[in-house]
């Protein structure tokens, strides 16, 4: 039986900063089924692997507008907005 049966994966609205959309495909927005960041990052590089250098420059992803660095494990609820932006490196 998958590790996901019976569960209902969530659906969310995933919006990126524009020079991210050669690499997705010239899309505006998207809606992708992932319960954790996790699994939207590994979605994103499966469908759109020009996303990988993206993702290994580093990202910081929002949810619903609360920004997460460093823990792509949290769970996204269903309908939630996910808004991706490149890292901004201090010093």
Do not use: W
Not at 32 to 38: G, M
Not at 46 to 74: F, Q, T, W
């Amino acid at each position: 039986m998958p590790l996901n049966a019976g569960c209902v994966v969530p659906m969310v609205n995933v919006s990126f900063i524009s020079s991210y959309r050669p690499a997705l495909g010239g899309a505006d927005t998207l809606e992708i089924e992932a319960a954790t960041l996790r699994e939207l990052m590994r979605i994103l590089v499966a469908k759109y692997p020009r996303m990988k250098s993206h993702i290994d420059d580093g990202l910081v992803l929002a949810i619903n507008g609360e920004i997460y660095r460093d823990n792509l494990d949290v769970e996204i609820e269903d309908g939630s907005e996910v808004y991706l932006m490149p890292r901004i490196q201090g010093g």
